[in-house]
């Protein structure tokens, strides 16, 4: 990994290669940065870079598969995800559509690598569900007062194997048009270096996906995991756009619906592991409503609830997020009310 010696602000990054996940999900390549060891466990190995010296550090996080299964967490709309579900359809959206736009510097529509064009979608997703819980939640908007309950957000947890056997089945749908990149984000950049990247010199898709996994390292906190539907036919809007006139030569469609097919054996539900709903926003101590929160979260999500036990007929699938949940006592918010009724201050 090289940092030019005249500035080491402006550093370079290490390139990811993509491989065939396995044997049975042939159009389905992942990042060398994730590992499926012979024992069954993952290491996800990614890169950010140290605050001082701004040299790319590298650090990886193992999964047993025995103790604790991998998953990929994906904060979505209710809506959008009872859409899914109801329609056996995964939703990818057009990077232009992406708010950040030190993300979007090097997407292009139809990007041009040789003598391909190629069109690409995404999902965004993170690998963990815990360290990052609160920023995910209010990222994708938790906290607003949102009285529909299909703009309420929720956490679908997919277990990572079957995920990939849907991306696999979705390829087959579309008579293997179109193929899925599975990234892990690089938090190495800062804006400066970005800018200064170069997207004229790509000469091939695994450097062209290399450079949508860059972000900035104010964002490592994220654990980002990128998927990507890319696709360089350009027959194939014809034959597969059924809401829109436009083609591969004109402009890309914001949203691909993805399709299962009716004769899939699988469906999305499948690969489900667990949707969360979101937590209600928590209240100052000395608000009314302060000591009645679980009630209240309770009473928030009741719709939500309702709607996602019609979904799925395992209970178990649907949770309730313990984010702020005064009824766990490892909870800062169990801390302040135990001692609060027992002592009327708080010691924490």
Sequence with gaps: MAITSKNKR????????????????????CSDRLQHNADGTFDISAYHSDYKTLEPRKYTIHYDQKKHRFYVNRYIRFGYFKNEILNNKLFFISPLLW?????????????QIGNDKY???????TYESVFNEESAWKRSGVGL?????????????????????????????????????????DYSQSKDTLIKKNVSQIKSLDEYLNLLSLKRKAFFYEYEMRIFAVVKDKDFYNNNDKNSTRNCEDKVNELFEAELGNNSPLKLSDAVFSVTMPPLEPFKRTDVRFEIYDKLQDLDNLDLRVQLKKLFSTPRIVQQSRLYTSNQDSSWVGKIMKNYKQHGVVKI
Excluded: A
């Excluded at 048009?177 to 984000?185: G, L």
């Design 145 to 185: 007062d949102i009285c529909n309950t299909d703009d309420k957000i929720v956490r679908v947890s997919y277990h990572f194997d079957k995920f990939c056997e849907l991306l696999e089945q979705i390829s087959g749908f579309y008579q293997n048009k179109v193929e899925f990149y599975i990234s892990i984000i």
């Design 10 to 29: 402006y550093l370079d990054f290490t390139p990811m290669l993509f491989h065939i996940f396995n044997n049975e999900c042939s159009h389905v390549y």
């Design 99 to 111: 708010k950040d736009p030190y993300e979007t510097v090097f997407f292009e529509n139809n990007m």
């Design 119 to 125: 069109n690409v979608w995404c999902i965004c997703t």
